[in-house]
């Protein structure tokens, strides 16, 4: 029961990523699904997440505007538009899951290998 996260990479300031994170063993749909990042030397952070009795994502203010998150139950899979990417964006990206709601993060689980985004000129 895990993700597995893709679409890092490197991409300049001002550019755009989608990243995308498949749910394995799982269905979606159940449970609140939240995006993560950690940068090096810095706590992980939730910056994005979709309660599962609530479908409005919420966003941690740093990427209000710029990032779109998205859930395709068809597909089992969530999305991380990231347009407007910024140097302080470099980070490792996660997603996990939980049955409790977006504000209690020591509830998510079930964490995949995340993706790297590096922003940088």
């Known amino acids: 029961l895990q993700f597995v996260e893709s679409g890092g990479g490197l991409v300049q300031p001002g550019g755009s990523l989608r990243l995308s994170c498949v749910a394995s063993?799982?269905?979606?749909?159940?449970?609140?699904i939240g995006w993560f990042r950690q940068a090096p030397g810095k706590e992980r952070e939730v910056i994005s997440c979709?309660?599962?009795?609530?479908?409005?994502?919420y966003y941690v203010d740093s990427v209000k505007g710029r990032f779109t998150m998205s859930l395709d139950n068809a597909k089992n899979t969530v999305y991380l538009q990231m347009n407007g990417l910024e140097p302080d964006d470099t980070a490792g990206y996660y997603c996990?899951?939980?049955?409790?709601?977006?504000?209690?993060?020591?509830?998510?689980?079930?964490w995949g290998q995340g993706t790297q985004v590096t922003v940088s000129s």
């Open positions: 063993g799982f269905t979606l749909r159940y449970y609140t």
């Open positions: 996990a899951k939980s049955l409790d709601g977006c504000a209690e993060t020591d509830a998510f689980g079930s």
């Open positions: 979709i309660s599962r009795t609530d479908s409005t994502p």
